[in-house]
């Protein structure tokens, strides 16, 4: 979970540099994965379902497609989407 911490990290500057206001609640809900990911025994059910709501969201935004991508892959090889 160490690296979808750090994809999420990623996702979260690039959305800070975006400087897009209609975010602010996805950022604020990724943040809530990201502290959920970084537990020792993560909540599974509510990561994946975090990151389905928010990806939707996220994909709107083109400047954010590379830093979602790698999250997205991330989630997927740990079976959370």
Known sequence: MTELVSALNRLLQA???AQRPELAEVREIL????EEAAKPS?????LSTILAGA????????????AWDAV????RSLGLA
């Open 31 to 34: 943040l809530e994965a990201k």
């Open 55 to 66: 990806g939707g969201i996220v994909q709107t935004v083109a400047a954010l497609h590379p």
């Open 42 to 46: 993560p909540n599974r059910l509510k």
């Open 72 to 75: 997205h892959q991330l989630a």
């Open 15 to 17: 959305m800070a540099e």
